[in-house]
């Protein structure tokens, strides 16, 4: 069989050889042999049955009603065409027209995009992140970073809780000391969990059943829906709830490819992203709530929730990360933080 590490390689390599052959003299669309459908690539970070994908095959459903069928989203999950940084470069490259580019992987590239992983950040509550999350302003900042690389900026959502695993609970920066703890690929998160006192790894996602196997790494973090679907439990018997930070991830698509759209085109897709973040938090809640059940009742992990005066000894820890933010990410970033922390929304 082949190697679990080499598969998302040895696929990305071939999807791109397609990719680059689907590609035609208009790299706004593509077309199907009677020319009249138009299809849009989306291209998820994660597989199928994930949160990225539910919201997918929403978007796809409501571009097809308002369209009359005309135009056709193609889902590409996660492993048929690369890592998250080889997606947001295929958008930049007009192979694939739109796809998911969570800040998490991005802030590598945009580093202002590093304010949605900072920890403690957003309020508790679901619906006050959801009304930050969606503040015009703050949307319209991003944006203007995201064009910078070519990129359109579509939305912004909350894929729920970020948990921690590893081989004990992690109930205090005492437990993280010398752990190797697995993070995306953004400098931010490696500064943070730094100082937590973990020794961050930062890796692609395909990689980190394969580093837990291999022992490379001792945890990681991810929400529970994902925890389940990447089968990471089977490696990692504690899983820990801080409730310190939530996967947010962003929709991308060329900057070119959104401003050349037709405009009925144009017109279709802003409409079908209206209703997407609060669909998708609704589907959200019910998939990690469901997907946790399964992982308390395996009976493989242990499951322990942070105290309030446990999460505020990581909040302490957290608050000077918003100035290395800050120094990463330049005044913009600045501006973004001071728009998250105005307490007016
Ligand atoms: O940990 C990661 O890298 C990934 N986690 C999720 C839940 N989605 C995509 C991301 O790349």
Known sequence: MMPRLLQPIILTAAASLWLAACSD?????SRNDDQSTVIWRFALEEIGGSVQDAYAQEFRNRIRDASGGRVQVEIYPYGSIGTSPQLTQLVQDNRVHLAFASPGHLAGVIPEAGVLSLHFLLPDDDEAAARKLSDPTLRSLLSEHYEE????????????????????????????????MRTMMSPILSDIYQAYGAEPVPMPYSEVYSALQLNQIDGQTNPAFAVLEMKFHELQPAMTLPRASRFISTVISGHQWYQQLPDDQRQWLDEALVPMAPFIQQAQQTINSERLRKLQESGRVTVTELTEEQRNRFRELSLPLRQTYVERAGPGGKQLLDQLLKDDQ
């Open 25 to 29: 003299s208009d790299p706004t669309v």
């Open 149 to 180: 690389q070519g990129l359109q900026l579509l939305d912004v959502i909350n894929e729920g809780w970020m948990t921690w695993t590893a081989g004990h609970p992690l109930l205090t920066p005492e437990d993280f000391a010398g752990l190797r």
